[in-house]
């Protein structure tokens, strides 16, 4: 918030009705023949925050092209929601992001890695 010039309390504000959700969610490596694991999104909430495993395939869509999400032992992936892009009116735009498979479009992962993956 203060970033932003908005009141400190801002965002405490807008998460004040215990609306939260937890999801566990995960994505088999597949074969050379598998498209998007997961289409590509942006979430719906003010913030998304992702543990990742290792396994090849979450990319984020920046500067017009898909780039893999590099994984680093205990470290968090936190992806900016729809709702936090509107709050914001824009200033932190919501993450396009997606789990690619070894035939999807403009892939910007390695096929080698998510194939290796399957191991």
């Known amino acids: 918030a203060f970033g932003l010039d908005l009141d400190t309390n801002y965002f405490a504000r807008l998460h004040s009705e215990n609306n939260s959700s937890l999801r566990l969610l995960r994505y088999p490596a597949g074969t050379e023949d598998t498209g998007n694991r997961c289409k590509a999104h942006s979430d719906y909430g003010s913030i998304t925050i ?56 403009d892939i910007g992962s390695s096929k080698e890695d998510l194939l290796e993956d399957r191991k």
């Open 50 to 105: 992702l543990l990742t495993d290792g396994v090849s395939g979450l990319e984020a869509y920046h500067r017009g092209k898909w780039r893999p999400v590099p994984h680093a032992e205990g470290a968090l992936v936190v992806n900016a929601g729809s709702l936090l892009e509107s709050w914001t009116n824009g200033k932190i735009p919501a993450t396009l992001h997606r789990v690619a498979g070894p035939a999807s479009d």
